[in-house]
Nanobody, 116 residues
Framework: QVQLVESGGGLVQPGGSLRLSCAAS????????MSWYRQAPGKQRELVAS???????NYGDSVKGRFTISRDFAKNTVYLQMDSLKPEDTAVYYC??????????WGQGTQVTVSS
């Protein structure tokens, strides 16, 4: 089982920045893909960004050019740098990993609120 610990959420003003972190304890497992999803009240969970084991990245259309996903393979940690934040970015952000064999794990979520 992979356990995920997220951090870095909080309250920020529009136009501000936040950096989320997700550390995976995955001893004995090989993580293939690490991703960030988000879910706003009354909406479906959506992909924000993902990064593969070869560092290929993919972004949701609404965050392209503003968010950057990165990965520290040695620490099994994924980061999400969020710049130029907008009120519509307000949501609970979840980390997700997919390991060899297609098994997925989710973090507990961290709240991001963008408001003046």
């Amino acid at each position: 089982q992979v356990q995920l610990v997220e951090s870095g959420g909080g309250l920020v003003q529009p136009g501000g920045s936040l950096r989320l972190s997700c550390a995976a304890s995955a001893r004995g497992f090989s993580i293939v893909t690490m991703s960030w999803y988000r879910q706003a009240p009354g909406k479906q969970r959506e992909l924000v960004a993902s990064i593969s084991s070869t560092s290929n990245t993919n972004y949701g259309d609404s965050v392209k050019g503003r968010f950057t996903i990165s990965r520290d393979f040695a620490k099994n940690t994924v980061y999400l740098q969020m710049d130029s934040l907008k009120p519509e970015d307000t949501a609970v952000y979840y980390c997700k990993t997919i390991r060899m064999g297609g098994f997925s794990n989710w973090g507990q979520g961290t709240q991001v609120t963008v408001s003046s």
